[in-house]
């Protein structure tokens, strides 16, 4: 069965890490982009990061830059999103989704989809 499974999110403080996790089954991982987007209440889903299929090119929101660091493990059908210095505003359900090779901005772009991992960051 093809899907995306996110895993990893919970309740930290600001300033701390977390890593969030993205499984693949069903379909060779290593033919695909993956792009971490997010959603917080009342917002608009935006992009987060994403790492094309070789893993040769990522890119990052402005926003995250420098904290968070997106990685892939093909061997175990696994993308990574490390958040490091996390912040309120980064409290959000984070998704992750596939697309063919290279990434794009605009999640319509994005075939398939997990069902999203909660990442809440509060004192």
């Known amino acids: 069965q093809l899907q995306l499974v996110e895993s990893g999110g919970g309740l930290v403080q600001p300033g701390e890490s977390l890593r969030v996790s993205c499984a693949a089954s069903g379909f060779t991982l290593a033919n695909y982009a993956i792009g971490w987007f997010r959603q917080a209440p009342g917002k608009e889903r935006e992009g987060v990061s994403c790492?094309?299929?070789?893993?040769?090119?990522?890119n990052y929101a402005d926003s995250v830059k420098g904290r968070f660091t997106i990685s892939r493990d093909n061997a175990k059908n696994t993308v990574y999103l490390e958040m490091n210095s996390l912040r309120p505003e980064d409290t959000a359900v984070y998704y992750c989704?596939?697309?063919?090779?290279?990434?794009?901005?605009?999640?319509?772009?994005?075939?398939?989809w997990g069902q999203g991992t909660q990442v809440t960051v509060s004192s």
């Open positions: 989704a596939r697309r063919r090779v290279l990434c794009a901005r605009d999640s319509e772009a994005y075939d398939r």
């Open positions: 790492i094309s299929a070789t893993g040769g090119i990522t």
